[in-house]
């Protein structure tokens, strides 16, 4: 009976292993690829006092089509951070408007205290830039806490 | 004493690197599971085209005028009747309405001087009680 290899016991070289030594180089790439992915709302908060609404609902649109306005209890306007005279709010949001392909959402961060005719000035501004949705950001309020009004 | 020099440590003195993935994992989870994307809420409406003029019969309007103090006062249409409730009997009101005119528009005219709370307050109600066709105006005069 012929001896198998000659005698000799042929041992593959090639590992029949999966490498697991470049599984931390693995873990990594994800790790810095989603920290490079993750994108952070631009502006800062403003210290404002939310108004509250029971039919408070999730805005349905990507992060990026939503432009927030904040409006502070004096009545000073804030978009991406600077302050803009009311006059200037249609000059800003007409371009950013047209370039979101009109599919921008304007959500008006303002404090509850601040007068009415704030908010229409606002909104006399934005229908001058086109925009037509338009989300009065609140916080949900919950029935059993709400407050008496 | 020259045999008792040559006795190894068995410890390493190595970091142990076969954990490092385990670490790289727990770190990705760490930071997957520690932001939040914050979803923006609100009350959505949407503002008219400019130049975009409706008329519309006295009788399918319900006036709501929201006063400084946060009374509102109900009108009907050309009627000069005025009924004064809190915001948060409109949602009721509101649905009243509706079944007995399904073509209803709220007329929401808010006082320059009134807070912007108010007006949210007023919007809420109407949201709750199904309302789709509501025009916010500035209370004039």
Known sequence: MPIKGGGFARKSEASSEVPNSSMADIAFLLLVFFMVTTVFQKDRQRPIVWPEAEATQKIDEKLKNIQNIWVDRDGSIFINDRAFEMSEVATIIGPLYVASDRALVISIRGDREVTYQTIDLLQQQLVAAGVVRVVFATMLEQRMTRERR | MAILDK????????????????????????????????KDKGLAIVLPEQGEDVQVSQRNILHMIIMPN????????????????????????????VAENENMIAAVKTHPDAP?????????????AGAERISLQLFEG
């Open chain 2, 70 to 97: 946060g009374i509102v006062e109900i009108k009907r249409g050309e009627s000069s009747q005025v009924q004064q409730v809190s915001p948060s009997a409109i949602e009721g009101l509101w649905r009243q309405e």
């Open chain 2, 7 to 38: 006795k190894k440590s068995k410890v390493s003195d190595e970091v142990p690197s076969a954990s490092m993935a385990d670490i790289a994992f727990l770190l990705l989870i760490f930071f997957l599971v520690t932001t939040n994307f914050p």
């Open chain 2, 116 to 128: 912007y709370k108010y007006m949210v307050d007023v919007l809420d109600a109407l949201h709750m």
